[in-house]
Every structure is written in C-alpha cells, then in structure tokens.
C-alpha cells in the first residue's frame, strides 16, 4: 500500500464531490493522507436508457473491479446504486452520515408538481419516479432521459423538458439547490433504498481503514430499506421506493411497490426496536417484504407505458 490511501471514484462532478467529502471526513477522523483514482465505469459510457443500460452494478462494476485487482484502497460509492447481493471479497466497512434522502422538482418558472401545466414534459430515468409522477399526475409526459446533473437541468428549458425530478442529496452536495422549486415529501414519494447515502467499501480484512466514518444510524436504516429491495427483487421487477428512519429507539420502515403505469400502488410499513441485540433491520424488512407480496406486489411488472 503506497502512503496515500487511495480512493476510488467516478469521473462525474458528483461522485468527485462526494468521494472527496469522503477523503476529507476520513483525514479528519485519522489522519491519513488520500489521494482519488478516477475510473470510468459502464453506465458513464452507455447512453442507454437506465432501465435497459444493466440494472444494478451499472455505476459500481468498475471500481469493484479497480478494489479487487488493487488498483485502489477503497471505493465510494452512491449506496442506491450498489447491488444487494454481497460481494465475496469486498465488504460495505462505512456508511455515512445520509444526506437529504428526498427527491427534488427542477422546473421551469417556479413550478411545483401541482402547479405543472397539464401536458408538461418532465424528465427523468428512473422508472421508479416514472411511476410515482405517473400516479401523482396521469395528465403529463414523462420522459425518459440520461446525463449527469448539469445535462440533466440543462434540457429545462423552452422546446424541450418543462421539469427534471433529481435527488436532493447530489444537489445540495454540488451547492446547486437553487435550481429546487420543490422538495418532494419523503413520506407521500418514497425514494430509491439507500438514496442520499453513500457506501464506503474495501477488501475483506481492511475495514478498520474506515470504520471511524460509520453512522450507526443511517446503517440501520439503509440496510432495512436494501432489505427489502432484496427480498424483492426475485419476484418482483416493478419500481420501488422505501423509507427508514430511526427515532424514539424505533426502527421505522414504509416500502411502496409501484405498477410502471402508476395506476397501482401497494405499500406497508413497520416498525423495530433499536439498537436491538438481534437484527432489527433485518426483520423489519422481512415483515414489509411479505406483507408486499401477500399483497401482490410480484404481479406488478406491467407493460412499459
């Protein structure tokens, strides 16, 4: 290992951001010296729609790689993009503090999603949010787009997209929150598991390298939220959101399942005791996944609108 941890990260203006907030919190907490190796990954080079592009892995598979072959010390990661699955050599040692988990409304003119004209033109490529705006606002068109932040925002404008649905996590760690005309509320339009939270992996046996940068509570609550994207994902291929939150030494889950047409909606929530001698996460999750696919929520895949 040179005298430099190094970290790895993609090449975008976001994940450069984030990787060095990473690189200054983890040379605050022990006094290591970094330095960022930046790593082209598939989904940086495929312009295809995210929903055909490669699913999960698309943002991460590279800098696995790059972790593994010991090009870099540890790789950051936005956790929403990182598969469920665990990995056999490489483990999530540190999950930060989570930024704002919420989706955010980037319109022209000042616009909410209520007060959106009927016909307008709103952005975005996540089928998740697909559905969600579907649901909340059968009367607009939703369109399905690529591109890093700026590109994104860029394309509102006359002629074009009348608003873009972004995380409120990327802008407020790129200082652009000037361009939010309205922070969707978490509990009416849950967001990707893990959404706002960064993971911070290495190679098994090298996690004491970063563990000082672990946040108890945002683990619980990302983990419950990844949960039950795993347990789902076997049977059930429609959008999700999830949202957890750890208050009053409760563990609080509400996942929804979303049909792709947004005419559907199944949703359950319970709750957990933490900190907890067991795996609150865990069972918590388990609960809300049965109750989804007691409801149906395997049925829910659809035919793309």
């Excluded at 790895?8 to 190796?37: C, I, N, P, Y």
């Excluded at 930024?99 to 616009?111: F, S, W, Y």
């Excluded at 996540?126 to 059968?138: D, F, I, K, V, Y």
């Amino acid at each position: 290992m040179s005298d430099a941890l190094r970290i790895g990260t993609r090449g975008s203006a976001l994940a450069l951001t984030q990787t060095g907030m990473v690189a200054d919190d983890l040379a605050d907490a022990t006094g290591a010296r970094t330095e960022l190796v930046t790593i082209t990954t598939d989904g940086d080079r495929s312009n295809e729609p995210l929903s055909r592009a490669g699913g999960a892995g698309l943002f991460t598979g590279a800098l696995r790689d790059a972790l593994v072959a010991d090009r870099c010390d540890l790789v950051v990661h936005s956790l929403k993009d990182l598969p469920t699955a665990p990995h056999d050599r490489l483990v999530v040692a540190a999950i930060p503090a989570r930024e704002d988990p919420r989706d955010a409304l980037c319109a022209r003119d000042g616009l909410t999603l209520e007060t959106l004209p009927e016909g307008a033109r709103v952005g975005t490529g996540s089928p998740r949010r697909m559905a969600q705006l579907r649901s909340r606002r059968p009367d607009l068109e939703v369109v399905d787009i690529r591109g890093n932040v700026d590109t994104r925002l860029g394309r509102v404008a006359p002629g074009d997209l009348d608003a873009v649905v972004l995380a409120a996590a990327g802008l407020r760690r790129l200082g652009r929150t000037d361009v939010i005309t309205e922070y969707l509320d978490a509990d009416r339009w849950p967001t990707a598991p893990g959404q706002g939270a960064l993971a911070v992996e290495v190679r098994r046996g090298d996690e004491e390298l970063v563990r000082a940068l672990d946040h108890a509570e945002t683990r619980a609550a990302v983990e419950a939220e990844r949960e039950v994207l795993a347990l789902l994902e076997a049977g059930c291929s429609a959008p999700l959101g999830a949202r957890a939150v750890v208050d009053a030494g409760l563990l609080l889950l509400s996942a929804s399942v979303y049909s792709l047409d947004g005419t559907t909606v199944l949703t359950s929530s319970h709750a957990a005791a933490w900190p907890d001698d067991g795996d609150p996460s865990r069972e918590v999750a388990a609960r809300v996944a049965r109750e989804l696919l007691d409801a149906g929520a395997a049925g829910l895949t659809g035919e793309r609108p």
